[in-house]
């Protein structure tokens, strides 16, 4: 049993909402605003062998640079990460992931080459794949850009010690002139 100030409180808000429920049903019935298209954003997409997005909002990736040194394994904050941007059906594109030691550039960056990377990123796929959510992985190799002073990186065990490119196409410096086909 409520006090009677607060159950007549209760009761007009309840009026004012019908009322304003009221108007708004009235506004759409009669407006003369055509309705617009549901947005393709909101509908189904087969996306070839991946499987079925429930809509077409995509996480595109980002570097994180939050895999676990030395060994370069996604951490257990890549797979809070994931799952918290994980949805049914939505699909999520991982960050920049190194497919050799040869191609690193980057601190904290993750890699997929060896058994514990792969590990560490099954950990965020199962984490994605609770939430019903479907992920793909970026694979990277930097090329030429890689930086020389990862040829030091513990990850390096095959001691590559240049950077190497699919081609002997130059590389443009910050000014727009042409660098060393081996950037560094």
């Avoid at 058994?115 to 992985?137: P, R, S």
């Avoid at 990186?153 to 130059?170: E, G, L, M, R, W």
Wanted: hydrophobic share 35%; charged share 15%; with cysteine.
């Amino acid at each position: 049993s409520q006090p009677p100030a607060d159950h007549h409180h209760q009761q007009q808000r309840l009026r004012s909402l019908a009322v304003l429920k009221n108007v708004a049903d009235s506004i759409t019935q009669y407006s003369i605003m055509p309705r617009a298209a549901p947005s393709k954003l909101f509908r189904p997409l087969k996306v070839g062998g991946i499987g079925t997005l429930r809509h077409r909002v995509v996480l595109a990736p980002l570097t994180r640079n939050r895999a676990t040194e030395p060994g370069l394994v996604p951490s257990p904050l890549s797979v809070q990460y994931y799952r918290q941007r994980a949805s049914r059906g939505g699909l999520l594109i991982t960050e920049a992931t190194h497919i050799s030691s040869e191609s690193l550039a980057y601190p904290s960056t993750p890699g997929i080459w060896s058994a514990e990377q792969a590990e560490g990123w099954k950990k965020v796929t199962c984490a994605v794949h609770e939430k019903k959510g479907l992920i793909v992985c970026q694979l990277w190799h930097t090329g030429r850009v890689a930086h020389p002073d990862f040829a030091s990186h513990p990850c390096n065990t095959k001691n590559y010690q240049t950077c190497v490119s699919a081609s002997a196409i130059p590389i443009a410096n910050r000014h727009g002139k042409a660098g060393k086909t081996v950037t560094y």
